[in-house]
């Protein structure tokens, strides 16, 4: 309970300094302001999860993150997924720092398979 209240409150917080924010901050961040706001609504696991998967995929943070707007895609995506506990037991494998070096890796439940694998290859 405490750590839901905790949660509610920095993301509150956190509400407030981006509408504080001036728009040449956010512009210095990469982020519009409707962007810093989805970012704050996510749960904090959904980058993760993405950053995590990308990787498994053979991509580093560098390259997910170098066109911002397909970023903010794929942490929507994430969050909106319909299959945690099949992306919760693949990300929780011993091997998965070394799958990416294997070849192509199958992510059958992942709703962002098709934009890493498409950004892997190129």
Same mark, same amino acid.
Request: with cysteine; hydrophobic share 45%.
């Given at each position: 309970?405490?750590?839901? /209240?905790?949660?509610?409150?920095?993301?509150?917080?956190?509400?407030?300094?981006?509408?504080?924010?001036?728009?040449?901050?956010?512009?210095?961040?990469?982020?519009?302001?409707?962007?810093?706001?989805?970012?704050?609504?996510?749960?904090?696991?959904?980058?993760?999860?993405?950053?995590?998967?990308?990787?498994?995929?053979?991509?580093?943070?560098?390259?997910?993150?170098?066109?911002?707007?397909?970023?903010?895609?794929?942490?929507?995506?994430?969050?909106?997924?319909?299959?945690?506990?099949?992306?919760?037991?693949?990300?929780?494998? !011993?091997?998965?720092?070394?799958?990416?070096? !294997?070849?192509? =890796?199958?992510?059958? /439940?992942?709703?962002?398979?098709? =934009? /890493?694998?498409?950004?892997?290859?190129?």
């Amino acid at each position: 309970m405490m750590e839901g /209240f905790l949660r509610a409150f920095r993301h509150s917080r956190d509400r407030h300094d981006i509408e504080a924010m001036s728009d040449e901050s956010l512009r210095g961040l990469g982020m519009t302001r409707d962007q810093a706001r989805m970012l704050n609504a996510l749960p904090d696991d959904v980058p993760a999860r993405v950053a995590a998967m990308a990787r498994v995929h053979g991509l580093s943070d560098a390259e997910i993150l170098a066109d911002i707007d397909r970023w903010y895609a794929l942490l929507q995506t994430c969050n909106q997924c319909r299959d945690l506990p099949s992306c919760h037991r693949f990300l929780a494998r !011993e091997d998965l720092d070394t799958l990416a070096d !294997e070849g192509p =890796v199958e992510t059958p /439940f992942c709703p962002n398979t098709a =934009v /890493f694998a498409a950004m892997a290859a190129r």
